[in-house]
Antibody, heavy 123, light 112 residues
Framework: EVQLLQSGGGLVQPGGSLRLSCAAS????????MTWVRQAPGKGLEWVSA????????HYADSVKGRFIIARDNSQNTMYLHMTSLRVEDTAIYYC????????????????WGQGIRVTVSS | NFMLTQPHSVSGSPGKTVTISCTRS????????VQWYQKRPGSAPSAVIY?????PSGVPDRFSGSIASSSNSASLTVSGLKTEDEADYYC???????????FGGGTKLTVL
């Protein structure tokens, strides 16, 4: 059974940092791209970032470029999202998802999703 | 970047059929696959259609997808409505030149 277990959310002040984790099991983690999608309170889904199967290819939405870093550790079957210079508008539930593609995440889709983790940026 | 525009809400009675549209602002809808996700409050998104018209395993055939070049839009049709279909639905496509995923604003489906 495929499972994605998220951790690391919480309350942080503007300008602060946070690291989200997404621990995968039930599939060969190293053979799939992974992605992060968020949903701000009362808003729709927003794609945040994606990483190819081997960390060599990373991609970001303009809203987080230069502030967030996506990474993966295939030996630990875990993906991360390092978030810095956090803003109030980054407040959202963050979801990780397995993508059906290996390299070209964009043409795939999220077939398995984590439970979501809340990030609140507030003073 | 292009945008995907969805109606804010649609509704239908149990057993009836509803269609949700997703219009691409620029570029051809046919040039990149469209996916549809179901999102219930408190739950993670779940794909109901991928690659325009394909259903993931376990999704009932009451869900179908299509694209129309004439209107540059994609559509999700839900037939035989059930109360459990009540949720927000999001279309998603991509820009391979950047690359990024693009989500529509979401449509709230109410089963009356």
């Amino acid at each position: 059974e495929v499972q994605l277990l998220q951790s690391g959310g919480g309350l942080v002040q503007p300008g602060g940092s946070l690291r989200l984790s997404c621990a995968a099991s039930g599939f060969t983690f190293s053979k799939y791209a992974m992605t992060w999608v968020r949903q701000a309170p009362g808003k729709g889904l927003e794609w945040v970032s994606a990483v190819g199967d081997s960390s060599g290819r990373t991609h970001y939405a303009d809203s987080v470029k230069g502030r967030f870093i996506i990474a993966r550790d295939n030996s630990q079957n875990t993906m991360y999202l390092h978030m810095t210079s956090l803003r109030v508008e980054d407040t959202a539930i963050y979801y990780c998802a397995k993508v059906t593609r290996r390299h070209d995440f964009w043409s795939g889709y999220g077939d398995y999703w984590g439970q979501g983790i809340r990030v609140t940026v507030s003073s | 970047n292009f945008m995907l525009t969805q109606p804010h809400s649609v509704s239908g009675s149990p057993g009836k059929t509803v269609t949700i549209s997703c219009t691409r602002s620029s570029g051809s809808i046919a040039s990149n696959y469209v996916q549809w996700y179901q999102k219930r409050p408190g739950s993670a998104p779940s794909a109901v259609i991928y690659e325009n018209n394909r259903r993931p395993s376990g999704v009932p055939d009451r869900f179908s997808g299509s694209i129309a070049s004439s209107s540059n839009s994609a559509s999700l049709t839900v037939s035989g409505l059930k109360t459990e279909d009540e949720a927000d639905y999001y279309c998603q496509s991509y820009d391979s030149s950047i690359p990024i995923w693009v989500f529509g604003g979401g449509t709230k489906l109410t089963v009356l």
